[in-house]
């Protein structure tokens, strides 16, 4: 059984289609998937770079898209009152539902995934950080732990920096085999190179990444 890695923050729309995506693209497969959310904002930060939200045309294009990915793949994506919108209520909490680490079950599994997903992008239009939508997700999900636990929020940031130092940049982004996919529309290159396909084996994946910077803009 190969084992693929989920990076995702609910926050991201693109995220929540490609989870919803996701069985889709590992159909006949043995996959295990481990989901491990972080925060999204914390990646912009470490790298210099702004969200595409915080970019009004930027903004703009993105609800228009993924309103049209969203149709596309048949899916409800209801974008909350407010986005951006501040997502560490909703990633402790879903760190809370883990075992702690090193323990068996220490990420949270689809079923919670699915959850914060479906608070944000499958709450009618509503603030995914209204105190009593927040209540009673969190007595859903039933977290074994305390969601405001410094334990939680070092955990939170640990899994965060281990994906920054893993190299990755954005979500949701998909590692397997050491391999990084990033974006909800690199899922047919993750099915691709499940069932082997050559051109993971050609050497290309290297090589179309050694292109050179002929322009360096400085900050």
Not at 177 to 203: H, N, T
Request: aromatic letters at 10%.
């Amino acid at each position: 059984m190969k084992r693929l890695t989920f990076y995702f923050d609910p926050v991201s729309p693109y995220a929540a289609l490609a989870f919803e995506a996701l069985p889709e693209a590992l159909a006949g497969h043995s996959v295990e998937v481990v989901y491990r959310p972080i925060l999204f904002a914390a990646l912009l930060q470490a790298l210099g770079q702004k969200g595409p939200a915080e970019i009004e045309a930027k903004r703009r294009w993105t609800f228009r898209q993924v309103a049209w990915l969203a149709h596309r793949q048949g899916v409800v994506l209801d974008p909350p009152a407010q986005h951006p919108f501040n997502p560490l209520p909703l990633l402790r909490l879903a760190w809370a539902c883990a075992a702690p680490e090193g323990q068996p079950g220490d990420t949270p599994g689809r079923w919670v995934a699915e959850q914060l997903f479906h608070h944000v992008w499958r709450g009618a239009g509503a603030d995914a950080n209204e105190a009593g939508r927040l209540v009673a997700l969190t007595e859903r999900l039933a977290p074994a732990q305390d969601p405001a636990a410094e334990a939680i929020k070092q955990r939170l940031r640990s899994e965060t920096e281990a994906a920054l130092a893993l190299g990755v940049f954005g979500v949701p982004t998909v590692e397997l085999e050491g391999r990084l996919f990033w974006g909800q529309d690199a899922l047919p290159m993750v099915r691709a190179a499940l069932e082997g396909d050559a051109w993971f084996r050609s050497g290309v994946w290297e090589s179309a990444a050694q292109r050179r910077p002929g322009v360096v803009r400085k900050h």
